[in-house]
């Protein structure tokens, strides 16, 4: 009881501890897992990333002609870096950089808007399905 008193004292007298975060930037320590970086030119766009994602931060939206385009919710990722070892050009496709991470709270309406886009992106995949299809079935049956 005492000594627990006079700690309570004695921190009058100490430091505060409490970074007073914006107004005092934080130093990162090296090897921060920060957001997630994706480079459209080297992703060989093989789904990893996507399929390992714990919370489903990363979606991949698949256009009619073939290509695919890449999305990423900062504020639903947890920041585990599960992509990056998945990813086969890990550093060069996908990268998780030093830049700060999201608060966990959203921005207005960006959740909502992510799951708008998670509906669109599992309807152009089953409609890009359902086309390979049926495009199978007709060269088929024209041989
Ligand atoms: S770091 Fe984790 S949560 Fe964030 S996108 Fe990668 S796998 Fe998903
Ligand atoms: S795992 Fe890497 S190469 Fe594959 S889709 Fe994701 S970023 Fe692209």
């Given at each position: 009881?005492?000594?627990?008193?006079?700690?309570?004292?004695?921190?009058?007298?100490?430091?505060?501890?409490?970074?007073?975060?914006?107004?005092?930037?934080?130093?990162?320590?090296?090897?921060y897992?920060?957001?997630?970086?994706?480079?459209?030119?080297?992703?060989?766009?093989?789904?990893?990333?996507?399929?390992v994602?714990?919370?489903?931060?990363?979606?991949?939206?698949?256009?009619?002609?073939?290509?695919?385009?890449?999305?990423?919710?900062?504020?639903?990722?947890?920041?585990?870096?599960?992509c990056?070892?998945?990813?086969?050009?890990?550093?060069?496709?996908?990268?998780?950089?030093?830049?700060?991470?999201?608060?966990?709270?959203?921005?207005?309406?960006?959740?909502?808007?992510?799951?708008?886009?998670?509906?669109?992106?599992?309807?152009?995949?089953?409609?890009?399905?359902?086309?390979?299809?049926?495009?199978?079935?007709?060269?088929?049956?024209?041989?």
């Amino acid at each position: 009881m005492f000594s627990s008193m006079l700690e309570a004292f004695l921190n009058l007298f100490r430091p505060i501890r409490t970074l007073q975060y914006p107004a005092e930037e934080i130093i990162l320590p090296s090897g921060y897992r920060g957001l997630i970086e994706h480079d459209h030119e080297a992703c060989i766009y093989c789904d990893k990333c996507e399929k390992v994602c714990p919370p489903g931060a990363i979606l991949f939206f698949q256009h009619e002609a073939g290509e695919k385009e890449y999305r990423y919710n900062p504020w639903l990722c947890i920041y585990c870096g599960e992509c990056v070892r998945a990813c086969p050009k890990p550093e060069e496709a996908l990268r998780q950089s030093e830049k700060k991470q999201l608060s966990a709270v959203a921005a207005d309406g960006a959740n909502e808007q992510w799951f708008v886009w998670e509906d669109a992106c599992r309807q152009s995949r089953e409609a890009y399905t359902a086309a390979k299809k049926s495009a199978k079935i007709q060269s088929k049956s024209e041989e």
